[in-house]
C-alpha cells in the first residue's frame, strides 16, 4: 500500500485545512486509517483513525470538536479536515493504514499501521 498525502501549507490562527491522504489501490481503500503528527523536537503522536468499516472514528483529546477523518473509497481517499488551528497544532502530519482492521482498543497505536505517507507540511502562525 503507498499512501500520498498533500494539503497542507501556511494557514492563521483560527482558520482551516483540508489534509488528503489517496491510496495506491483499491482494495486498501477499506482498511483501517489514521492520521498522526510529529512537532519538531516531539514525539510522534496520533491524531485521528477511522475503522476499516468507516462506522467508528477515534481522536486525540486535543483535536476533538475541531478535527474530522473521513474517507471516499471511490477515490481511495481518506481526508482529515482541520478547524479552528492553533499554532500547537504545526507539525508534520503523516497519514497511515493498517492491513484490514486494527486490533480492538488499539486505533491509536502507530504500530497497527504498517504503512505510512511520507507526511505534509502545517505550519498555523498567531
Known amino acids: 500500500v503507498q499512501l500520498q498525502a498533500s494539503g497542507g501549507g501556511l494557514v492563521q490562527a483560527g482558520g482551516s485545512l483540508r489534509l488528503s491522504c489517496a491510496a495506491s489501490d483499491t482494495t486498501s481503500s477499506t482498511y483501517a486509517k489514521a492520521w498522526f503528527r510529529q512537532a519538531p523536537g516531539k514525539e510522534r503522536e496520533f491524531v485521528a483513525a477511522?475503522?476499516?468499516?468507516?462506522?467508528?472514528?477515534y481522536y486525540a483529546d486535543s483535536v476533538k470538536g475541531r478535527f474530522t477523518i473521513s474517507r471516499d473509497t471511490a477515490k481511495n481517499t481518506v481526508y482529515l479536515q482541520m478547524n479552528s488551528l492553533r499554532p500547537e497544532d504545526t507539525a508534520v502530519y503523516y497519514c497511515?493504514?493498517?492491513?484490514?482492521?486494527?486490533?480492538?482498543?488499539?486505533?491509536?497505536?502507530?504500530?497497527?499501521?504498517?504503512?505510512w505517507g511520507q507526511g505534509t507540511q502545517v505550519t498555523v502562525s498567531s
Open positions: 477511522l475503522s476499516w468499516s468507516g462506522d467508528s472514528t
Open positions: 497511515a493504514s493498517s492491513l484490514g482492521a486494527t486490533q480492538w482498543g488499539q486505533e491509536k497505536n502507530p504500530y497497527e499501521y504498517p504503512y
